[in-house]
């Protein structure tokens, strides 16, 4: 057990020391983040009397963009360069490298995601970092991490794979975002979390379920 | 020989779907008694409930076999588990028409995104999305297994919208509750009449599109054998 999650960690140690090196990803997810913002903010015209109630879909619609552009090079990157053949050689058990990229995935969403967040906060005039809405962020970006890892895997294997990956991954990660755009709304509105208790426990739901479906599927998705 | 007798039963059975259908009608139009408050336009109800079970039941059926896909590798799962996905797709889509003519006198609106239209909706893109994922992968091995795989993790939009008139505040009726049905005995007879017939259809159409689905295999080897 020891020696898969050292094998684990050592593929997330890789994933974000070539990120360190470059820096590419991150920055542009980054700056994807803070593009759909501004986006947003003309196309509906966010003022104090409508923020509260759009920021939620805002917040969440411009995580789940930026994320789709970090698992498109996620899998893309690997294959280019031959270095997913190499993975595969390497002696551990195929979820040892589903669970070690989607970590990776989900660290570069969340430090994304924290640094939106306060960003945000600035630009639509609304306290975001509250620990409510970290939980909910951490909840939401660990089930579209979990499918979108498993799909990315998929698409860099297809033609027209940078379309493939949104293609496929929106309609089956949408209740997900759907859950976490209500529980957000709900604690902005100030609810307590117990409040949003059935939102959350769909989310929960669904990143079990994601992360079981991955876990037992990864297989035939790298078998080449 | 073995194909013409596989013909012969969708031949058969298309004819007994063909007679149950009628059958149906008649009960849906006829036998049934017309609701108190929406009057005939209810009655679009039988078809409703009967093309949302064949749907539902054919994307169960292309979960059932994308795992066994994944399990044997064999190429006939692979083929059931595609036929039934266009099969379902068809069907839940005469569900979504059917539901909208409904709506339209009843709700005064042909849609509204309420949970039960918002999931299905949602079902809807990930089955079409399923048809487009097969058309941009060549390598037919590679095709089944990520097919099989989008097959299992979207069947996850299933009962989520199967169970959204259950679980949240909605307008869209709840008919079957745990305490039982909201129907007239006969209404209930018309309904699984109708429920009967077009499960039968769903049958016989899958018999004859994985068939359809055999023979072009055959047309492709054929070809490859006259081209070497």
């Not at chain 2, 918002?118 to 390598?139: G, H, K, P």
């Amino acid at each position: 057990m020891s020696s898969a999650w050292q094998a684990v960690w050592a593929i997330v140690k890789k994933d974000i020391l070539a990120e360190l090196r470059t820096k590419e990803t991150l920055s542009m997810m980054l700056i994807f983040v803070l593009l759909a913002v501004f986006i947003f903010n003309f196309a509906f015209d966010l003022r104090v009397e409508n923020v509260r109630e759009v920021a939620p879909g805002v917040m969440w619609v411009a995580f789940v963009f930026a994320g789709v552009l970090g698992l498109n090079r996620s899998f893309i990157q690997e294959a280019d360069k031959g270095c997913l053949d190499g993975l595969l050689m390497t002696p551990v058990e195929r979820s040892v490298i589903y669970f070690g990229k989607m970590l990776g995935n989900l660290i570069f969403m969340l430090v994304v995601d924290a640094i939106a967040l306060p960003v945000f906060s600035v630009l639509l005039n609304l306290a975001l970092v509250r620990w409510d809405i970290a939980l909910i962020v951490v909840l939401g970006t660990l089930g579209f991490a979990g499918v979108g890892t498993l799909f990315s895997a998929m698409t860099a294997n297809t033609r027209a794979r940078e379309v493939m990956l949104p293609l496929l991954l929106f309609p089956v990660a949408l209740p997900l975002v759907l859950a976490a755009v209500k529980a957000t709304a709900g604690v902005l509105d100030g609810a307590g979390l117990r409040e949003v208790a059935n939102w959350l426990n769909l989310l929960i739901g669904y990143d079990v379920a994601f992360l079981t479906i991955s876990y037992l599927t990864f297989d035939y998705v790298v078998e080449s | 020989m073995e194909r013409w007798g596989v013909s012969k039963l969708a031949i058969v059975l298309h004819g007994l779907a063909g007679a149950a259908i009628l059958v149906a009608l008649y009960m849906a139009l006829v036998f049934a008694p017309t609701e108190a408050t929406m009057g005939h336009v209810q009655r679009i109800f039988y078809w409703h409930v009967a093309t949302a079970w064949v749907g539902f039941f054919a994307f169960f059926i292309t979960l059932v076999a994308s795992i066994a896909y994944l399990r044997t590798g064999r190429r006939r799962w692979d083929i059931v588990a595609l036929s039934s996905v266009e099969i379902g797709l068809a069907f839940a889509v005469i569900m979504t028409v059917t539901g909208s003519l409904w709506a339209k006198p009843v709700w005064n609106t042909w849609w509204t995104w309420e949970p039960r239209l918002t999931t299905v909706a949602i079902m809807l893109l990930i089955y079409a999305t399923y048809l487009l994922l097969r058309r941009v992968i060549e390598d037919p091995g590679r095709r089944a297994r990520f097919a099989a795989v989008y097959g299992i993790a979207g069947f996850v939009s299933v009962p989520i919208t199967f169970m959204a008139i259950r679980w949240w505040r909605t307008i869209h009726p709840v008919i079957f509750k745990s305490e039982g049905f909201d129907l007239t005995p006969a209404m209930l007879a018309a309904l699984i009449v109708s429920v009967l017939a077009y499960s039968l259809l769903y049958i016989s159409l899958l018999l004859l599109r994985t068939q359809l689905e055999f023979l072009s295999d055959e047309v492709a080897e054929l070809r490859e054998s006259l081209d070497e």
